[in-house]
C-alpha cells in the first residue's frame, strides 16, 4: 500500500526515510529510524514491529541484511510484509513478500533501499531510485527529488493521501530524540509530496526560529556572552526565516524585535515592534506577557 526509499547520505552521515501511501497517517506505521543507528520501512499488509525491530538489531551491532532476516525470521506472516533497511555504514537491505499486492517490488544500492507495492507498475521504484541517485543537494531535498519522480511514474495505484520525510543526524547519543534533523507528515492531504516540499523550507526556516528563542543568553535569562558574529548571524537567519514565511506568519519577526532589544538596537527594536503591533495588536499583550519572565526588561518602552 506503500512506496519508500531509506538512504544514507554518504557526505554527511544522516540517515533518512521518505514514504507516501493511498492510506492515512503513513507516518505512524512506515518509517522508524534512530541517529547513528539505522533507518527502517516496514509497509505492505504492515507490520509495525518490524521497524523498532529492524532498529534495535542493528543499534545492537546487526547490518542491514541481518536486521532484515531477524524480524521476518520471527514473522509466520512475512509473505505479506515489505521492508526496506539502511545501516548507519550505508548498508542496505530490501525484502518483498510473495504475498504482497502487486505491483511489488525492491531495489538495493549503495547506501539507498526502495520498495513499494500496490503500485502503478515497477518503473515506480526504479524512477525512484533513479531519480535519487541522480539528485543533489541535502540528504532531504534528494528523498523528494525521488518521491516526485515516483509520483510522476504512477506512485501508488489507489492514488495519493499520506507521506511521510524523516532525517536523523549521523551522531549516536543517548538522547537520539535531540538528533532528528527533519519530521514532516502529511496525514491526510490529495497531493502529499507536493506538499512535503512546501512544508520543507518552512521547517528549515523554524529550526531557525527555534535556535533562537530556545537558546541561553542570547534570549533565555540575562543577555550574556553573545559574540558580534553570533549576533549577526541569528539576526540574519530570523530576518531570512521571516522573509520566507512571509506576512501570514510574523514568529520569526517578532523574536528578530526581542533580540535586537536585548542587544541594545532599541530604534529597530521599537520600529519593528510598531509594524509587529499594526499587524497584529494583540501581539502588544503579548510582549507585556512575556516581559516578567527576562525575556526583556524595561518591556513599556516598546509598547
Known amino acids: ?29 512506515v518509517g522508524w529510524g534512530e541517529a547513528g543507528v539505522g533507518v527502517a520501512a516496514t509497509q505492505a499488509f504492515v507490520n509495525v514491529d518490524y521497524g523498532p525491530g529492524a532498529v534495535a538489531a542493528m543499534r545492537a551491532g546487526a547490518g542491514a541484511q541481518a536486521a532484515v532476516d531477524a524480524v521476518t525470521a520471527a514473522d509466520p ?48 521504484c526504479h524512477d525512484l531510485m533513479e531519480a535519487y541517485q541522480g539528485a543533489k543537494g541535502p540528504l532531504a ?3 523528494l527529488t525521488a518521491m516526485m519522480a515516483a509520483e510522476a511514474a504512477g506512485g501508488d495505484v489507489r492514488g495519493s493521501q499520506s507521506a511521510v520525510l524523516t532525517v536523523y543526524s549521523a551522531q549516536r547519543s543517548d538522547t537520539p530524540w535531540n538528533q532528528v534533523l527533519i519530521d514532516i507528515r502529511v496525514d491526510d492531504d490529495p497531493d502529499p509530496v507536493a506538499e512535503l516540499s512546501r512544508l520543507l523550507p518552512r521547517h528549515r526556516a523554524f529550526d531557525v526560529v527555534g535556535a533562537v528563542i530556545f537558546a541561553p543568553d542570547l534570549m533565555i535569562g540575562p543577555y550574556r556572552n553573545v559574540t558580534p558574529e553570533l549576533l549577526g548571524e541569528k539576526l540574519t537567519g530570523l530576518a531570512d526565516a521571516a522573509g520566507l514565511l512571509g506576512t501570514q506568519n510574523r514568529e520569526p519577526d517578532f523574536w528578530r524585535a526581542v533580540l535586537l532589544a536585548r542587544s541594545g538596537d532599541i530604534d529597530a527594536a521599537r520600529a519593528l515592534f510598531a509594524n509587529l503591533f499594526g ?12 516581559g516578567p519572565l527576562g525575556f526583556l526588561d524595561n518591556v513599556e518602552d516598546y509598547l
Do not use: K
Open 1 to 29: 500500500m506503500t512506496y519508500s526509499i531509506v538512504a544514507r547520505d554518504p557526505a554527511t552521515g544522516e540517515l533518512g526515510i521518505g514514504a507516501q501511501s493511498h492510506f492515512f497517517g503513513v507516518g505512524r506505521l
Open 279 to 290: 499587524y497584529r495588536p494583540a501581539l502588544r499583550e503579548f510582549l507585556r506577557g512575556i
Open 77 to 124: 506472516l512475512s509473505a505479506y510484509r515489505q521492508l526496506g533497511v539502511v545501516d548507519a555504514d550505508g548498508g542496505a537491505a530490501t525484502f518483498t513478500g510473495d504475498r504482497c499486492a502487486p505491483a511489488a517490488t525492491g531495489l538495493v544500492a549503495d547506501g539507498v533501499a526502495v520498495q513499494g507495492n500496490m503500485l502503478a507498475s515497477e518503473q515506480v
Open 141 to 143: 531535498e534528494r528523498i
